[in-house]
């Protein structure tokens, strides 16, 4: 007799996970990310797809990323084996909403946006 679970089996990485660093931030490159497991945002589309150890290590390819459209995140499905039993990893771009849908085994990463300095000049009154 055999058993089949009622919902999937996740296969969840241990270390560099989304667990560690879930409703927090995550820094690498420059960059900050919103971290949300078992989240998924909606995107415009795909950049890439890569296969990775860690979700972290899916997060670092995003902050590096180079393209003539900026990774703006990524979707991280750790229940997807790729070769050498590595996850699947998308980079994402113009990624929408505050919040993202509940996907389980799906974590995403999201990249804040980077504040504006705008330089302060004084004026002076030549007159």
């Not at 899916?58 to 039993?85: F, K, M, Q």
């Not at 998308?90 to 504006?116: C, F, I, Q």
Request: hydrophobic share 30%.
């Amino acid at each position: 007799m055999t058993c089949s679970p009622s919902h999937p089996i996740v296969k969840r990485s241990t270390g560099s996970s989304c667990q560690d660093l879930n409703n927090s931030t995550y820094q690498t490159s420059g960059a900050i990310f919103d971290v949300l497991c078992d989240t998924l945002f909606s995107y415009e589309g795909y950049l890439d797809v890569f296969y990775t150890d860690t979700f972290t290590e899916c997060v670092d390819i995003c902050a590096t990323y180079e393209s003539t459209v900026p990774c703006t995140g990524i979707s991280y499905e750790s229940g997807v084996a790729g070769p050498n039993g590595q996850n699947l990893c998308y980079m994402l771009w113009n990624l929408t909403g505050e919040t993202g849908n509940g996907t389980v085994g799906t974590d995403s990463a999201k990249v804040r946006p980077r504040a504006v300095v705008v330089p302060h000049f004084e004026l002076t009154d030549r007159g």
